[in-house]
């Protein structure tokens, strides 16, 4: 039997602002979003990878000193659940600088696909790489964002298209996820788009797709969640219907991007029970009443309007004053979104899509969880869930997406695992 060795107990203490986000049942919504329950001069002690108790620091203070926890000492700064990045594309092999430069001088995200660019020219990187290779840069990733506060992150699979490489990003996620001391939940994204192989017959790559990678995907335990890219020039709401129905048949939940080229109707989609609809930049009206209705959630990815240098961006308020549930993520990827920063993505909420610096932490946090089905574990700080905590070396949340560009992220919290910038 092979012993599992546990963090010794843990004492963040003398925190200036310590957001805890406790209460609530269900996913955020409206005016709940803003509150983030927030304890001033408080401690949080973790146990066993675990939070045990969280309230004033005297209070908690007293059980610490009984346990003999190590004791981190806050300096009166801010402390935050880490951040739960859902919606990432972990795996590619090299960025796409053609892509940047063609898009600098005028192309647009189709004009750049079909030149041979896009999605499809990560595709032949990912093939011809090794798992070690891929792993090892998923890892480079990881670290990168667990340096900024996120402690949770959704990796995608998606440019493989074929069962092999699909399969073997997978592999890589999971290979990099058992390094790296946070959560990664994994995502077989293999409906991205069709190959330039199977231009010819797309039916038959959504097949390949229900028929091949989703059960295969299932059958080695590699991934939670399938995804598909419902848009323009990518797959059909017949098409996605399909590849749902075959995730749900072989036990595994759903997710999608949509509404990110052009408008769609989520009704038959929803009826699967997505986790997330991801993107929503161009939704329809009539959708908003059954989003709000349900425990779907919106992951709005602000970083890609950003790169691809649109001016518009999602209509977070209009989401959020009907009764959405919102989240916000980075969407790592090459080609349209190459940052690891949560604090950026959340920036950028507040300045573009005008959401509060509460409402963004909430949706980087306790939302996020909620969009990968994990809020009984992830999101906030309580007891019992798993200890998984960022500092901030500010005095006041507010400055999270305040100060963007720069890591203000002193230490985070990883499952119990303290990890100080300072020690690195």
């Excluded at 990664?184 to 293999?190: F, I, K, M, N, Y």
């Excluded at 509404?259 to 989609?269: A, I, M, N, R, W």
């Excluded at 909430?362 to 200890?387: C, F, M, P, V, Y």
Aim: hydrophobic fraction near 40%; aromatic fraction near 6%.
């Amino acid at each position: 039997m092979v012993q599992i060795k546990l963090p010794k107990p843990l004492l963040l203490t003398n925190i200036g602002q310590l957001l805890t986000l406790r209460g609530g049942a269900g996913p955020r919504r409206g005016r709940e979003l803003a509150d983030m329950a927030i304890v001033e001069d408080g401690a949080v002690l973790c146990t066993n990878g675990k939070i045990a108790a969280v309230g004033p620091r005297r209070e908690i203070s007293k059980q610490a000193k009984k346990l003999k926890a190590k004791e981190f000492d806050c300096c009166g700064k801010v402390v935050l659940p880490g951040f739960v990045d859902s919606h990432t594309h972990l795996i590619f092999a090299g960025p796409r600088l053609v892509d940047f430069e063609k898009r600098i001088a005028g192309s647009n995200y189709e004009e750049i696909a079909a030149a041979g660019g896009g999605i499809r020219s990560s595709v032949d990187g990912v093939r011809k790489a090794t798992r070690k290779v891929l792993a090892s840069r998923a890892l480079q990733a990881l670290e990168q964002m667990g340096a900024q506060g996120t402690t949770t992150v959704e990796a995608k699979s998606g440019y493989g298209l074929d069962a092999g490489a699909e399969i073997k990003s997978l592999e890589a996620i999971r290979d990099a996820g058992k390094q790296w001391p946070g959560t990664v939940v994994s995502t077989l994204l293999g409906a991205h788009v069709v190959p330039k192989e199977r231009q010819s017959d797309p039916q038959a790559y959504v097949e390949e797709v229900t028929r091949n990678m989703i059960p295969l995907a299932a059958k080695k335990k590699l991934a939670s969640f399938v995804d598909v890219f419902c848009d323009r020039g990518a797959f059909s709401l017949q098409q996605s219907e399909e590849i749902f129905k075959a995730a749900t048949e072989h036990g595994l939940a759903v997710r999608a991007h949509v509404c990110q080229l052009s408008p769609s109707k989520l009704g038959s989609l929803a009826k699967f029970r997505p986790a997330s609809f991801d993107h929503m930049d161009c939704f329809l009206d009539e959708d908003i009443p059954q989003l709000a209705n349900s425990d779907t959630v919106a992951t709005l990815l602000p970083g890609a309007n950003y790169f691809l240098g649109l001016k518009e961006y999602p209509n977070a308020r209009k989401l959020i004053e009907q009764g959405v549930a919102v989240a916000l993520a980075t969407d790592y990827n090459p080609g349209t979104s190459p940052t690891s920063s949560m604090p950026f993505v959340l920036s950028l909420a507040c300045t573009q899509m005008k959401m509060s610096p509460a409402e963004a932490i909430s949706a980087g946090t306790i939302n996020g969880a909620q969009a990968l089905r994990l809020a009984d574990r992830k999101g906030s700080i309580e007891a019992g869930k798993h200890a998984d905590l960022a500092v901030f070396d500010v005095e006041d949340y507010r400055e999270i997406p305040y100060w963007f560009g720069s890591n203000h992220c002193e230490a985070v919290v990883m499952q119990g695992k303290l990890i100080s910038r300072k020690n690195q």
